[in-house]
């Protein structure tokens, strides 16, 4: 069963670069939104780790919240050779961790 948990530090990309020491994959990928991939994913992309993930930008907004959406995202994922043993990293809000963690879920019949 995997573990979740709510992560509060003083220093996020300390923890996080340590998480992705941990955590095994062989890819990884960045879900944003547009405004979270302009005002976020530079300062996530300095992080030790993140050097070479992928990034999927989807558009900001629930009305963005679709079954086209969520295809598109599952196509970046096939095309870029995600595996059941690839990360996916969802930064942004409630749109971005809803469809996100739908999308990881359902690939490949989940993938981390």
């Not at 979740?4 to 220093?11: F, K, R």
């Not at 340590?18 to 062989?26: E, K, M, N, S, V």
């Not at 995600?82 to 749109?95: E, Q």
Request: glycine letters at 8%; a neutral charge; proline letters at 3%.
């Amino acid at each position: 069963m995997n573990k979740q948990a709510i992560i509060l530090c003083h220093n996020p990309e300390e923890y996080l670069a340590q998480a992705l020491a941990q955590a095994p994959h062989d890819k990884l990928f960045v879900l944003t939104d547009e405004r979270t991939c302009r005002l976020c994913l530079p300062r996530l992309k300095e992080v030790a780790g993140m050097e070479d993930a992928i990034e999927i930008t989807i558009r900001s907004g629930d009305t963005n919240k679709t079954a086209e959406t969520l295809i598109g995202v599952w196509q970046v994922l096939s095309d870029k050779g995600a595996t059941r043993y690839s990360l996916l990293i969802n930064l942004g809000g409630g749109m971005v961790t809803d469809l996100g963690g739908f999308a990881a879920a359902t690939f490949k019949r989940g993938i981390a």
